[in-house]
């Protein structure tokens, strides 16, 4: 699969694969040639796109020429209307799996009348798909180094196994985490008045058990900063590597970022709800909105960069705030806004590409937080969805 956002993805990219001899492997498939019409032509595109989703997800890359699975030119493909071709493929695919996968098509043009035409399909949670073409069910397939090939018996069972505990597994984890934090048995201390804790959690972790020597990985403190600091320190730990605000003489610190060896990032904010005298007990909505529109960001780069690859599961929790509310110049009378229960568990979000856009992503995670405490939404932003911060 190419290390690039989809809609990214130039000439220069399509043609490195080619100079650099990058052969056929599980996540990348090379094709001369368009799909035809033939229902042939169409049951070879839903074996192909089928048998990356049931793996580890990948990239088409119609219109580079291979010999033997080694990429040799980029000839492209010319159709009368690339758009067209594009819906064509689209509408193969989404009638012709099931359950229906995540994909989506682009095109690099070579020339003014070709173009290579890429598909990508992510790695799926609800694998595994099966063919299905003019209403009748076909064969499961997946993908090893040498290519596609019909699943069997036992591994149909394990992958229908696996894929029923995968989401369970994730789940544990979360509440796990958050279980432990609340308590106060974090990394490194933090300072007291309830957590924010961000959880990014690739499918990769749990399907195919990934490890990451971090011992090897100097950037990582770069990388992985802990979220609202402008300083930080780090160290190696049991469960891989931490960033932690402050320095080394300070024994509490407001943030840390833990990231693990199978490539799970726990990133946890602190003191985000305080007393006030007059007030009372009040979440700082305002200040975590604001730490993670800035800084999620710079976790997905650093993600992305140490070679984590989507889909990704991400997770907000709260812990630390019954009976806080949230402070707003929004007038609601004498009607009680506080927080009926101590950790907010908020449903989760899934990233399928790096280059998601951070507030569309996380403002209705956002919204959630503020009607727990009676709002219909966050007023941080206005009603178009531009952060406003108030």
């Not at 960033?243 to 840390?256: A, M």
């Not at 780069?301 to 812990?319: A, C, D, H, M, Y």
């Not at 004498?334 to 568990?345: F, M, P, Q, S, Y």
Request: cysteine-free; hydrophobic content about 35%; proline content about 5%.
């Amino acid at each position: 699969m190419l290390d690039k956002p989809l809609n990214q993805i130039t000439f220069t990219d399509i043609d490195q694969f080619v100079q650099e001899k990058w052969p056929e492997a599980k996540t990348v498939d090379y094709k001369r040639d368009p799909y035809g019409n033939r229902d042939e032509d169409k049951k070879e595109l839903l074996k192909d796109v089928s048998s990356f989703a049931n793996t580890q997800g990948g990239d088409i890359l119609i219109g580079v020429d291979e010999d033997k699975g080694v990429p040799v030119g980029i000839p492209g493909v010319t159709v009368p209307d690339i758009d067209k071709e594009k819906l064509r493929l689209e509408e193969i695919i989404r009638r012709g799996l099931d359950p229906r996968i995540d994909f989506a098509i682009h095109h690099v043009m070579t020339s003014a009348s070709s173009a290579v035409i890429v598909i990508r399909v992510q790695e799926s949670l609800l694998f595994p798909h099966r063919v299905v073409y003019q209403g009748k069910f076909g064969e499961f397939w997946a993908r090893s180094s040498a290519g596609k090939y019909s699943m069997d018996t036992d591994e149909l069972r394990r992958a229908f196994t696996l894929s029923a505990s995968i989401y369970e597994q994730i789940k544990a984890f979360r509440s796990e985490r958050v279980a432990q934090v609340s308590k106060g048995e974090t990394p490194i201390p933090l300072m007291s008045g309830g957590t924010l804790i961000l959880h990014l959690i690739p499918l990769a972790s749990f399907r195919s058990r990934q490890l990451f020597d971090v011992a090897t990985m100097p950037n990582l403190p770069t990388l992985l900063p802990p979220m609202g600091s402008m300083g930080h320190d780090f160290r190696l730990n049991l469960d891989g590597h931490l960033s932690y605000s402050g320095g080394r003489t300070e024994r509490i610190s407001r943030s840390y970022t833990q990231f693990f060896r199978n490539g799970i990032l726990e990133s946890v904010i602190s003191n985000v709800v305080r007393d006030d005298k007059d007030q009372g007990k009040l979440l700082s909505a305002g200040y975590y909105e604001r730490t993670l529109l800035q800084d999620f960001p710079r976790l997905m780069k650093g993600l992305r960069e140490i070679g984590v690859q989507p889909p990704l599961w991400g997770f907000l929790s709260i812990t630390g705030v019954k009976g806080a509310r949230i402070p707003s110049d929004s007038d609601f009378g004498d009607e009680n806004r506080d927080i009926d229960r101590d950790t907010l568990l908020l449903p989760e979000f899934v990233i399928n590409e790096f280059n998601i856009e951070t507030a569309a992503l996380l403002r209705p995670v956002f919204d959630l937080v503020w009607n727990a405490s009676g709002f219909a939404r966050s007023f941080n932003f206005d009603r178009n969805g531009k952060w406003v911060g108030r």
